[in-house]
């Protein structure tokens, strides 16, 4: 059974950093893609990032140029920077992997953003 598990989330003063990562078992299959969604209080999921098993990304136009995701395909772990970080990036984010069909979600980390 494939799981995925998020880690480094918390809290932040605005302006500063964090840093999540996600780590994937239970499959020794390379994922499709690999990525990161966030959902704040009252709102919708909303995608984050991507980032391809060939090294591809792409950004929401909210977080690029302050936001960096990175992935090691032989240990199946998805990481994203997060820099410059803003009250309005407060959320639960979640993992998303694309196992080219099925697809998986993690439990979600909180991260709070302080003005």
């Known amino acids: 059974q494939v799981r995925l598990v998020e880690s480094g989330g918390g809290l932040a003063q605005a302006g500063g950093s964090l840093r999540l990562s996600c780590a994937a078992s239970?499959?020794?299959?390379?994922?499709?893609?690999m990525g990161w969604y966030r959902q704040a209080p009252g709102k919708q999921r909303e995608w984050v990032a991507r980032i391809t098993s060939g090294g591809s990304t792409n950004y929401a136009g909210s977080v690029k140029g302050r936001f960096t995701i990175s992935g090691d395909n032989a240990k199946n772990t998805v990481y994203l920077q997060m820099n410059s970080l803003k009250p309005e990036d407060t959320a639960v984010y979640y993992c998303h992997a694309d196992l080219y069909g099925p697809s998986y979600w993690g439990q979600g980390t909180q991260v709070t953003v302080s003005s």
């Open positions: 239970g499959t020794t299959l390379t994922f499709n893609t």
